[in-house]
């Protein structure tokens, strides 16, 4: 079974070491963290069964009464039964993420988010359901924090013996116990729905009439169908970006945004803001689209020099 160490070997990315959960981790650049059963990296043997936490089930129906598993209302024995239907066994590897700019702060945000909750940071929820006192965070410093928790997550799926494999919820999609999509591909068939508050929306509020913009819908318009859950970066944010108020989107990355100049929902620094999407589209050539907040919205909450992971969601779009 693959161990911590290999998978950021892999990847070529250097360990810098291990923290139980819940403690700070000592790393405030771009990279990737992996959480696991143990604190050595060498060590691939994981627990046989899921280590669940029933007190942290009981919270999570008490917070989302409207949980359900494939379609039936959840119940402690429902959540306890799927959740080790997802368990991979002998593995120490639960989850693989990413931060765009900061581990320490993004694991913090892992740390922080309630049971039930969506923000700052559910998309490992599964963790939280288990024995916290048997989890470790190792983590790593990279530049290119998108593509090698891809790789890792690769990694991990061909790594995994046929006989671990067939055991899974979902045997052709065998990721880490937490995570529950490829990034920026296919989601994990677990049959869990409702275990998060329900998605809000916002009215649309009236622009600044003297900024120039595109033409847009009367309304918001939000991700659907299959690019919810994709994920895709931003150029690198400059100065110029930051007084403006914009931020510039490749054309690799246009295909999660509408395909013509709309107002969209995004989240930056946990806030819910409405922003003009212009895809700059023009007749002789295509240009970087831009996600326009106005001057002010970005100042002390986006950094300068690196690109921003960008998260379709159905209320938005997540900006990392």
């Known amino acids: 079974m693959l161990n911590v160490n290999q998978l950021f070997e892999y990847t070529g990315v250097q360990r810098g070491g291990a923290v139980p959960w819940g403690a700070k981790v000592p790393l405030d650049q771009p990279g990737v963290y992996v959480v696991a059963t ?11 069964t899921c280590p669940l936490d029933s007190s942290a089930i009981d919270k999570l129906i008490v917070a989302r009464p409207e949980a359900t598993v494939d379609g039936r209302a959840a119940t402690a024995q429902t959540i306890g039964a799927r959740l080790a239907d997802m368990w991979v066994t002998g593995s120490s590897i639960i989850y693989i993420g990413l931060a765009g700019t900061n581990v320490r702060k993004r694991v913090q945000q892992f740390y922080s988010t309630a049971i039930g909750a969506r923000t700052p940071h559910a998309g490992g929820w599964p963790v939280k359901m288990l024995d916290s006192t048997k989890l470790w965070v190792h983590y790593g410093a990279t530049n290119n924090p998108g593509g090698v928790e891809l790789a890792m997550v690769q990694s991990y799926v061909s790594s995994l013996p046929d006989e671990v494999r067939v055991r899974l919820i979902d045997q052709h999609l065998p990721l880490p116990f937490a995570n529950l999509a490829v ?3 296919p989601r994990k068939r677990h049959g869990f729905a409702g ?3 329900p998605r809000i929306t916002t009215p649309v509020k009236p622009g600044d009439p003297s900024k120039p913009a595109p033409v847009v819908a009367d309304s918001v318009v939000v991700p659907e169908g299959e690019i919810m859950g994709k994920i895709r970066f931003t150029q690198n944010v400059t100065a110029g970006d930051i007084e403006r108020g914009a931020l510039r989107v490749p054309k690799v990355s246009k295909d999660i945004f509408p395909a013509e100049g709309a107002k969209i929902r995004v989240n930056v620094g946990s806030q819910w803001h409405v922003a003009t999407w212009n895809p700059r589209i023009g007749v002789d050539k295509e240009r970087s689209g831009t996600v326009y907040l106005g001057k002010g919205k970005l100042e002390g909450i986006v950094p300068i020099g690196r690109p921003r992971r960008v998260v ?6 997540l900006i990392e």
């Not at 143990?38 to 046989?48: C, K, L, Q, W």
């Not at 379709?312 to 779009?317: E, N, P, T």
């Open 38 to 48: 143990t604190p050595d990296g060498e060590d691939s043997a994981g627990f046989e």
């Open 195 to 197: 275990v998060k508050e």
């Open 312 to 317: 379709a969601l159905g209320d938005g779009y």
């Open 183 to 185: 990034p920026n591909g």
